[in-house]
């Protein structure tokens, strides 16, 4: 029986080396694809790399205070992450806090000042058509530009014209209006209309509205309209108190800004479309028609019914009701109009585009569909100086932790300390180039809980060489050499070692299940740092201690090998305390 065992444990300590090749390797491969990556460094969070945290409070309509319930909430953070990652910010964060708020974390970087502005844009989306409109302040809209003419929007909210046919005329922000008194005439029967049951040709009687419900529209257009003449766009306080609040089945008054910059008010009727009915919408170089930046809008299958009904309608119209406006957060973001219904179930805006505001209303047609209004409780900047302060401060407590650790080793454990140092060099390689490369690939953020995971993490790993170093040592003080003191010890360190890991990646995983924003980047990095202590001590130290024992310097036990058996304690070897046989009899013999 001890023939195999022999053999078992030469082929147990003849295999260190390939270990040590496979984690090199691993290293290496890591390196060399942070490098290929171009992402040397990990992603920095909002509390270092500095940025925008802002707080949203969900508004009950009136008497649908219901509204505001989990399933709501969570679909709201479901699309405010889409309509911000859409940007390309895809490290920022977005979060539920209590019952009515949503916190909104984004980082100082790519897009992230022209995301700021579309998270606080959060109302619902609206295609309303146009009733009326006119320069704030008097004046009618301007005449059309030819297409393709250069925008003088200076805020990129751009208008354009709807249409499945790319040639198709551009159109600026407006049309020549129709005379006062023909104009108020047909806004009156357009409200008119919109206030009383639709005809049906299978009762007449039913085409012909009442006196009473007559004489009500036309009292709720002629409030409408007075409202409309007295509203001043240019007025920031006016423009906050229009649009945003009305029901979607009501008409309402709007603002907008036009290619040249100026103010436009608008009279809108009931809303035909909403935004759940855009499936996709997306900002297009047109170079094939010179047309230029353009968004398509492709509809789901009830939105492509019902923007045909509604294209078709207005086509028959004449300008500025053939237009329809596109109302997000109670603004007018584009009016396009339209010379004929769009049946294909997708659209075209062209106009005074440039890439940016193209993309900006492509993301909003997309993502711009919240199930509740929300408002702006507070909006706080971190600063990038902030951020490296903290970062600083973080990285200087890692290395004061760092500095300890290593001189207890060094003090402690003499040459064993050797080994230690050089796995915790390998599990920070790890750990930095894994974190390096989680940035681009899952849109991991190095945040500053997160960098005290990392801290935390020294001392897991510090705590796995100490329980093999002291098993190994107790073998020793027992009488046996080191060779065998390095492999019997192993066993019983590793299940020690594994049980100690097991019980921190739990406190890890269920500190990031239950957890929201910075607390789960803390948990993340600490079980992230918990696996990797395993691969460390099973793919380096254990196999590059198996290698240190056989030099004289470890084998020998050299007093400042800190394996010295003289400076243990060690017991006399096992082989020098067997029992001496028992002397034999002369009677019996």
């Given at each position: 029986?001890?023939?195999?065992?022999?053999?078992?444990?030469?082929?147990?300590?003849?295999?260190?080396g390939?270990?040590?090749?496979?984690?090199?390797?691993?290293i290496?491969?890591?390196?060399?694809?942070?490098?290929?990556?171009g992402?040397?460094t990990?992603?920095?969070?909002?509390?270092?790399?500095?940025?925008?945290?802002?707080?949203?409070?969900?508004v009950?309509?009136?008497?649908?205070?219901?509204?505001?319930?989990?399933?709501?909430?969570?679909?709201?953070?479901?699309?405010?992450?889409?309509?911000v990652n859409?940007?390309?910010?895809?490290?920022?964060?977005?979060?539920?806090?209590?019952?009515?708020?949503?916190?909104?974390?984004?980082?100082k970087g790519?897009?992230?000042?022209?995301a700021?502005?579309q998270?606080?844009?959060?109302?619902?989306?609206?295609?309303?058509?146009?009733?009326?409109?006119?320069?704030s302040?008097?004046?009618?809209?301007p005449?059309?530009?030819?297409?393709?003419?250069?925008?003088g929007?200076p805020?990129?909210?751009?208008?354009?014209?709807?249409?499945?046919?790319?040639?198709?005329?551009?159109k600026?922000?407006?049309?020549?209006?129709?005379?006062?008194?023909?104009?108020?005439r047909?806004?009156?029967?357009?409200?008119?209309?919109?206030?009383?049951?639709?005809?049906?040709a299978?009762?007449?009687?039913?085409?012909?509205?009442?006196p009473s419900?007559?004489?009500?529209?036309?009292?709720?257009a002629?409030?409408l309209?007075?409202?409309?003449?007295k509203?001043d766009?240019?007025?920031?306080?006016?423009?906050?108190?229009?649009?945003?609040t009305?029901?979607?089945?009501?008409?309402?008054?709007?603002?907008?800004q036009?290619?040249?910059?100026?103010?436009?008010?608008?009279?809108?009727?009931?809303?035909?479309?909403?935004?759940?009915?855009?499936?996709?919408?997306?900002?297009?170089?047109?170079?094939?028609?010179?047309?230029?930046?353009?968004?398509?809008m492709?509809?789901?299958?009830?939105?492509?019914?019902?923007?045909a009904?509604?294209?078709?309608?207005?086509?028959q119209?004449?300008s500025?009701q053939?237009?329809?406006a596109?109302?997000?957060?109670?603004?007018?973001?584009?009016?396009?109009?339209?010379?004929?219904?769009?049946?294909?179930?997708?659209?075209?805006?062209?106009?005074?585009?440039?890439?940016?505001?193209a993309q900006?209303?492509?993301?909003?047609?997309?993502?711009?569909?919240?199930?509740?209004?929300?408002?702006v409780?507070?909006?706080t900047?971190?600063?990038?100086?902030?951020g490296?302060d903290?970062?600083q401060a973080?990285?200087?407590?890692?290395a004061?932790?760092?500095?300890?650790?290593?001189?207890?080793?060094?003090?402690?454990?003499?040459?064993?300390?050797?080994i230690?140092?050089?796995?915790?060099?390998v599990?920070?390689?790890?750990?930095?180039?894994?974190?390096s490369?989680?940035?681009?690939?899952?849109?991991?953020a190095?945040?500053?809980?997160?960098?005290?995971?990392?801290?935390?993490?020294i001392g897991?790993?510090?705590?796995?060489?100490?329980?093999?170093f002291?098993?190994?040592?107790?073998?020793?003080?027992?009488?046996?050499s080191?060779?065998?003191?390095?492999?019997?010890?192993?066993?019983?360190a590793?299940?020690?070692?594994?049980?100690?890991?097991?019980v921190?990646f739990l406190?890890?995983?269920?500190?990031?299940?239950v957890?929201?924003?910075?607390?789960?980047?803390?948990?993340?990095?600490?079980g992230?740092?918990?696996?990797?202590?395993?691969?460390?001590?099973?793919?380096?130290t254990?196999?590059?201690?198996?290698?240190?024992?056989?030099r004289?310097?470890f084998?020998?036990?050299?007093?400042?090998?800190?394996?010295?058996?003289?400076?243990?304690?060690?017991?006399?070897?096992?082989?020098?305390?067997?029992?001496?046989?028992?002397?034999?009899?002369?009677?019996e013999?």
């Open positions: 029986m001890a023939t195999p065992k022999k053999g078992r444990s030469a082929s147990a300590q003849s295999k260190p390939r270990s040590l090749a496979l984690i090199l390797i691993a290496a491969a890591l390196t060399g694809g942070m490098f290929a990556s992402h040397t990990p992603r920095l969070g909002i509390d270092l790399a500095g940025g925008t945290s802002i707080t949203l409070r969900a009950p309509e009136a008497g649908n205070e219901s509204a505001i319930n989990k399933t709501n909430m969570d679909t709201a953070v479901s699309i405010m992450e889409r309509r859409g940007l390309g910010v895809s490290e920022s964060e977005v979060q539920t806090q209590g019952r009515e708020n949503i916190i909104v974390n984004i980082p790519t897009n992230s000042e022209q700021r502005k998270v606080g844009t959060t109302a619902k989306l609206y295609f309303r058509p146009v009733l009326a409109t006119e320069v302040g008097g004046g009618t809209a005449s059309p530009s030819p297409t393709g003419s250069p925008s929007s805020s990129g909210q751009p208008s354009g014209k709807a249409s499945d046919k790319p040639e198709a005329t551009d600026g922000s407006g049309s020549p209006s129709a005379s006062p008194t023909t104009q108020g047909a806004v009156t029967d357009a409200l008119r209309a919109d206030a009383t049951p639709s005809a049906s299978s009762d007449p009687a039913k085409s012909s509205p009442s419900a007559s004489g009500g529209s036309d009292a709720a002629g409030k309209q007075e409202q409309y003449a509203l766009c240019t007025d920031e306080k006016t423009r906050s108190t229009v649009g945003d009305a029901k979607a089945s009501d008409p309402t008054l709007a603002c907008g036009n290619a040249q910059g100026q103010w436009q008010k608008y009279i809108l009727g009931p809303a035909e479309v909403d935004g759940t009915d855009v499936d996709k919408a997306q900002a297009v170089l047109n170079t094939q028609t010179g047309a230029g930046w353009t968004v398509t492709d509809f789901t299958d009830g939105g492509a019914k019902k923007f009904d509604i294209t078709g309608k207005l086509a119209n004449q500025p053939n237009q329809f596109i109302v997000l957060d109670g603004d007018v973001v584009s009016d396009p109009y339209v010379r004929q219904a769009l049946t294909g179930g997708n659209a075209e805006i062209s106009g005074n585009f440039n890439q940016q505001s900006e209303l492509a993301n909003m047609l997309t993502y711009g569909a919240l199930p509740l209004t929300f408002k409780d507070s909006m900047t971190v600063t990038a100086a902030l490296g903290q970062l973080g990285l200087i407590a890692g004061i932790g760092l500095a300890l650790v290593v001189i207890y080793l060094l003090a402690y454990y003499r040459g064993l300390s050797f230690a140092i050089l796995s915790l060099l599990s920070a390689a790890l750990t930095y180039t894994i974190m490369l989680l940035g681009p690939t899952i849109g991991f190095l945040n500053l809980p997160a960098v005290c995971g990392a801290i935390v993490a897991i790993t510090a705590d796995s060489f100490i329980v093999y002291e098993r190994v040592r107790d073998e020793i003080r027992e009488g046996r080191l060779r065998p003191a390095v492999e019997r010890a192993w066993p019983r590793r299940r020690t070692i594994l049980v100690s890991d097991f921190s406190a890890a995983a269920v500190l990031f299940i957890t929201v924003g910075k607390v789960q980047g803390f948990a993340f990095t600490l992230l740092t918990t696996l990797l202590d395993v691969v460390v001590v099973f793919l380096f254990k196999p590059l201690l198996t290698l240190m024992a056989r004289p310097f084998a020998n036990g050299h007093k400042w090998s800190g394996l010295d058996p003289k400076s243990l304690g060690a017991q006399p070897p096992l082989r020098r305390t067997r029992r001496p046989a028992a002397p034999v009899d002369p009677k013999a």
